[in-house]
Structure formats: structure tokens, C-alpha cells
């Protein structure tokens, strides 16, 4: 396992998270580290969609070059695209994104695969959401009650799945 990464990724943990970070921190190992990875994946995901500052264009561009980091390929285009965002320790996580995916690529396959599987789910369906935003003044459009529980499915359902998997 990375020394550097982890502890980096151990810094920001407590930056990003009010409540869940007491939980993961008192995880035994490997659990923290795998938790605390798929966190801070789950709060670059979430920090793209919540982003007041990002044009839809600009918001999906960011989601697929975060797929496409998250699946094994290159991270600069992901960070280089990242200053419409602004600051803050949400920001700081997604200007990391090399420390965060350097610690997960020490995991074994099985969780690298789970956390692939289940953080892309997330992404995938947040992009899909957050398409609609752009036509209801930053709103998240909602049809009915089905689409409410698909929602929910991507955006809490996927973290079960995940936290289940590890």
C-alpha cells in the first residue's frame, strides 16, 4: 500500500466529511483504506454534480474523463478540466485524484474491480441527472415517483452495494 497516498487520502477524509469520517476511522484495516477510498471517490462524483459554477457541457465533460480515470486511464484530463469548480476541500479531493487512485490501485482486484463497479454506477447516473438540471434552474427534474427511487438508487443505493461488496 502507498505510505504517501494513504495518508493524503487520510488527511482529506476528515476535510470532506462532517460525519461519516469517525465511522471509516475507526474501521480496522484494510477496511479504512477501502472505505475511505470509495468515499472520497463518491465525493468527487458528488462535487460535480452539486457544482453551481459548471455549464452542462462542461459538468458532463467532467464526469466522463472521471469515468474514464476511475476505469484505469489517464487523470490529467480530469484535473486539468477541474478549475470551473473553484476551491474548497471538495476541490482539493478532485485536484487529488491521482493519490486517491494510486492507493486504490494497491487493493486487491476484487475491491479495485467493486469500486469500479459501483462508483461508476454512481457517476453514470448522476451524469444522467444532472443532464436535466440545465432546463429547470439547477434543478435536479424529478417525473414521479419511480424516478425519485432510481435517483436514490444512484445517488445512495450504489454506496450500499459497494460498502456490501467490500
Same mark, same amino acid.
Given at each position: 500500500?502507498?505510505?504517501s497516498a494513504l495518508a493524503w487520502c ?5 476535510? $470532506?466529511?462532517?460525519?461519516? &469520517? ?10 479504512? /483504506?477501502?472505505?475511505? $477510498? ?6 468527487v462524483v458528488d462535487t460535480l454534480e ?6 452542462? #457541457?462542461?459538468? #458532463?465533460? +467532467?464526469?466522463?474523463?472521471?469515468? /474514464? /480515470? +476511475? ?16 476551491? %474548497?476541500?471538495? $476541490?482539493?479531493?478532485?485536484? %487529488? +485524484? ?6 486504490m490501485e494497491t487493493f486487491p482486484p476484487?475491491? $479495485? !474491480?467493486?469500486?469500479? @463497479?459501483?462508483?461508476?454506477?454512481? @457517476? =453514470?447516473?448522476? !451524469?444522467? *441527472?444532472?443532464?436535466?438540471? &440545465? =432546463? ?6 424529478? =417525473? ?6 432510481? *435517483?436514490?438508487?444512484?445517488?445512495? %443505493? @450504489?454506496? %450500499? ?6
Amino acid at each position: 500500500m502507498s505510505s504517501s497516498a494513504l495518508a493524503w487520502c487520510q488527511q482529506r477524509l476528515p476535510e $470532506v466529511s462532517r460525519s461519516f &469520517a469517525l465511522g471509516i476511522q475507526s474501521l480496522p484495516e484494510p477496511y479504512e /483504506a477501502w472505505i475511505t $477510498v470509495g468515499y472520497l471517490l463518491c465525493r468527487v462524483v458528488d462535487t460535480l454534480e452539486d457544482n453551481p459554477h459548471l455549464s452542462e #457541457q462542461e459538468r #458532463q465533460a +467532467l464526469f466522463a474523463a472521471f469515468q /474514464a /480515470a +476511475l476505469d484505469g486511464g489517464e487523470v490529467a484530463p480530469f484535473v486539468s478540466s477541474i478549475h470551473p469548480l473553484g476551491e %474548497g476541500p471538495d $476541490v482539493r479531493v478532485c485536484q %487529488g +485524484l491521482d493519490q486517491v487512485l494510486t492507493l486504490m490501485e494497491t487493493f486487491p482486484p476484487q475491491v $479495485v !474491480a467493486s469500486l469500479r @463497479t459501483w462508483v461508476g454506477e454512481m @457517476t =453514470r447516473g448522476m !451524469a444522467l *441527472y444532472a443532464s436535466r438540471r &440545465a =432546463r429547470v434552474e439547477g434543478r435536479v427534474v424529478l =417525473r414521479d415517483v419511480g424516478d425519485l427511487d432510481r *435517483y436514490c438508487y444512484f445517488v445512495a %443505493g @450504489t454506496v %450500499g452495494h459497494l460498502l456490501t461488496d467490500l
